[in-house]
């Protein structure tokens, strides 16, 4: 759900994108693409990389907000209609076989959940999120037709959620918090090249540890097509899985759908 400012949805970015791809396309051009921070730098020099990308999800999971809470499941179909903001980007510069970058992503939503009409008739979830990703990493595997790396860092989160619920009965209760907090994280990350355009991407990450949240994990699969040496698309899958408590605010959450994006060299 679950990341700033900009009134593009997940819509409008895979619209782009999918205009992006044939304009490129025609120019007859390549290079790799985005999310799951992995570039195909060289072995020598500075570079720099910049990817907008579109995240289209699925959210599954359970939210609670101070002895309010409601099962939380919202289709691709829904999040076309229930973000109301997004922006998601990854940047990054390296040098020889190292390399800083960040991963954002900035969302806003609300959406309608059924309450089983029990206790509940249903629930409003209203949630404004941000997740900032800055990790280092060190290329460890670099070959004519693969590279792989090793990386650390840290995913800070902030979250705004609010939480209402609409009793069977008549009257409605409304709940809110307002927090963030900062996870360690370690993961690896890779690419294997399948032809001089086409090239398979991934990258995996797993942290929290207990330090803020008991878990957080970032996987991600796809393929790309270089356009250039400057340009590239991808096209793959993401699922990113918060499982954090503390305070009377608890999320126990997976959001995954498909990904695509445009990465620019430099």
Avoid at 122 to 143: G, N
Avoid at 207 to 220: P, Q, R, T
Wanted: include cysteine; charge should be negative; hydrophobic fraction near 40%.
């Amino acid at each position: 759900m679950k990341t700033i400012q900009s009134p593009c949805s997940p819509k409008n970015w895979l619209v782009l994108c999918l205009l992006a791809t044939a304009s490129l396309s025609q120019a007859g051009t390549s290079a790799p693409a985005p999310v799951a921070i992995a570039p195909t730098p060289s072995d020598e020099g500075w570079w720099f990389r910049a990817a907008p990308y579109g995240w289209l999800t699925a959210v599954e999971g359970d939210v609670g907000v101070h002895g309010l809470s409601a099962p939380v499941d919202i289709s691709m179909s829904d999040t076309l209609s229930s973000v109301d903001m997004t922006f998601m980007g990854v940047f990054e510069m390296g040098y020889n076989r190292w390399s800083l970058g960040v991963d954002v992503i900035y969302a806003k939503l609300s959406q309608d959940i059924g309450g089983g009409g029990i206790l509940f008739d249903s629930f409003r979830f209203e949630q404004k999120q941000l997740f900032v990703t800055p990790v280092i990493a060190y290329r460890v595997i670099k070959t004519e037709n693969y590279h792989m790396s090793v990386y650390a860092g840290a995913r800070v989160t902030a979250m705004e959620v609010d939480l209402t619920g609409r009793f069977a009965r008549g009257g409605q209760v409304t709940r809110g918090a307002d927090t963030s907090w900062v996870d360690p994280l370690v993961g690896l990350r890779g690419q294997a090249e399948l032809s001089d355009r086409w090239f398979f991407r991934y990258a995996g990450d797993v942290g929290g540890f207990g330090v803020s949240s008991d878990l957080i994990w970032n996987a991600f699969g796809g393929i790309g097509y270089n356009v250039n040496d400057s340009v590239g698309l991808l096209v793959g899958y993401r699922a990113l899985g918060i499982d954090y408590s503390d305070g009377g605010f608890n999320m126990d959450v997976v959001s995954h759908g498909p990904v695509m994006g445009l990465e620019v060299r430099f």
